[in-house]
């Protein structure tokens, strides 16, 4: 009640709510490239997971306590959004990535709920029970901003941001900053005390943004993430054209190219040929073979 009651709490809740709205639609441009190429590609469905069973169990908690209707409505939405995005992923990953990703959701969302929820419920009475809970939640509220550690790693190691949003890690920041100003002033320390801890990987993850943002950009040509991988987006070694022309006697006359072979001059293998393409000379006297290389930069 205090929370519906208290100005500032009010406004804090009624801010926490839509960046938290926002938290969860930042990874809509990761499901539309997911979506677009058919694939999941290096992303993981673990933070998802975790994000959808903390929502399960601050609602949980909200109704416990009661009278915590602002924790209810994002909460409520996050279940929602959450559960898109493990269909979108189940539906476009590999078969490996699919069976874990099951085991994980039948673990965690289903057996580990359903014991909590038991557990506390028929063990636990009044304030007892709102304090067990509001500690579980604590811990799984900081298990959701420690979710992105496993991509942070990914950074370090591939020195690229390619599988870790700037905005996801943004919006972060700024959440945990509100909710726990909304935590402290409705006075509960289950709401606020996850907050710290998120606001302090949320700022980790965008200063290793900045560190590696431009580390696989070459110069001059900033990467694409929704272009990146393509054939036609990759710098390609030097493409060698070599007409090879059959030829007979001496006489003088205009020479057609009777095969056309492109050649990767790095890997030193043939490459798709063009086909036949005619290509007059001029009238030079050449008898017998002629193997003419030309040598242009590749697009």
Same mark, same amino acid.
């Given at each position: 009640?205090?929370? $519906? ?28 490239? @997911? ?12 933070? +998802? ?9 601050? @609602?949980?908690? =909200? ?17 929602? @959004? ?51 809970? !509001?500690?579980?939640?604590? !811990? ?8 992105? &550690?496993?991509?942070?790693? $990914? ?16 919006? $972060?920041?700024?959440? =945990?900053?509100?909710?726990? !100003? ?7 320390? +289950? ?17 290793? +943004? ?12 900033? *990467?694409?993430?929704?272009?990146? !991988? ?61 193997? @003419?290389? &030309?040598?242009?930069? *590749?697009?």
């Amino acid at each position: 009640m205090a929370g $519906l009651h208290h100005p500032w709490a009010f406004a804090f809740g009624i801010l926490g709510n839509v960046i938290s709205f926002m938290v969860y639609l930042a990874p809509v441009p990761t499901f539309y490239r @997911i979506c677009k190429r058919k694939s999941t590609e290096g992303f993981q469905a673990v933070p +998802y997971v975790i994000a959808l069973f903390s929502a399960m169990l601050m @609602i949980y908690y =909200a109704l416990v306590k009661t009278n915590s209707t602002l924790l209810l409505t994002i909460n409520g939405i996050g279940c929602f @959004i959450e559960t898109v995005y493990i269909v979108l992923f189940l539906f476009f990953a590999p078969k490996k990535a699919k069976i874990s990703t099951l085991k994980l959701l039948l673990l965690l969302n289903v057996v580990a709920y359903s014991i909590i929820v038991s557990l506390t419920f028929f063990l636990l009475k009044g304030s007892n029970r709102v304090r067990v809970i !509001g500690w579980i939640n604590v !811990g799984f509220s900081v298990s959701v901003f420690a979710a992105p &550690l496993s991509i942070m790693r $990914l950074v370090i190691r591939t020195k690229s941001v390619e599988f870790m949003p700037f905005g996801l890690s943004f919006f $972060l920041t700024v959440s =945990a900053v509100v909710w726990f !100003g909304y935590g402290l002033l409705i006075r509960d320390l +289950y709401v606020a005390a996850p907050n710290v801890l998120g606001f302090l990987f949320g700022v980790a993850q965008m200063v290793l +943004y900045l560190i590696y943002r431009k580390a696989n950009q070459p110069s001059g040509h900033p *990467r694409d993430p929704e272009k990146a !991988g393509t054939a036609h987006d990759r710098k390609h070694p030097e493409l060698a054209i070599r007409i090879i022309i059959a030829t007979s006697g001496s006489e003088v006359h205009p020479i057609e190219a009777t095969e056309v072979v492109l050649q990767d001059v790095e890997a030193g293998q043939p490459a798709k040929a063009l086909g036949e393409a005619p290509a007059v000379l001029g009238d030079e006297k050449i008898v017998g073979a002629a193997d @003419i290389e &030309l040598r242009l930069p *590749r697009p």
